[in-house]
Nanobody, 127 residues
Framework: QVQLGESGGGLVQAGGSLRLSCAAS????????MGWFRQAPGKERECVAA????????YYTGSVKGRFTIYIDNAKNTVYLQMNSLKPEDTAVYYC????????????????????WGPGTLVTVSS
């Protein structure tokens, strides 16, 4: 079983950038599809990006396309989410998640069936 831990959250002004990191331990990421989710107060947890372990496939929800980039460093067993042009509506707790032998195509809809979650990191974007 893989264990996940996020870092990189914080307070940033609108238009700024943050890079989130998700370090995995216990198992190589080569067995997983990986995703970044976020949950704002009073809202459901949504998948903002997903990536295959090889990095060849990726997914972005519409509201972050062109602003966020997900990428994976298998040598470091780490997944990143580069967030640019941040908006106040991006404010949320961001979680990374792992889907054992999963795929980018199905991961966004498997919110309740994923194999591992990190504890989350808070991103606050001020206007």
């Amino acid at each position: 079983q893989v264990q996940l831990g996020e870092s990189g959250g914080g307070l940033v002004q609108a238009g700024g950038s943050l890079r989130l990191s998700c370090a995995a331990s216990g198992r190589a990421l080569s067995d997983y599809a990986m995703g970044w989710f976020r949950q704002a107060p009073g809202k459901e947890r949504e998948c903002v990006a997903a990536i295959s372990w090889s990095g060849d496939e990726s997914y972005y929800t519409g509201s972050v396309k062109g602003r966020f980039t997900i990428y994976i460093d298998n040598a470091k067993n780490t997944v990143y989410l580069q967030m640019n042009s941040l908006k106040p509506e991006d404010t949320a707790v961001y979680y990374c998640a792992a889907d054992f032998y999963g795929s980018v195509a199905t991961l966004p809809a498997r919110r309740n069936a994923l194999d591992a979650w990190g504890p989350g990191t808070l991103v606050t974007v001020s206007s």
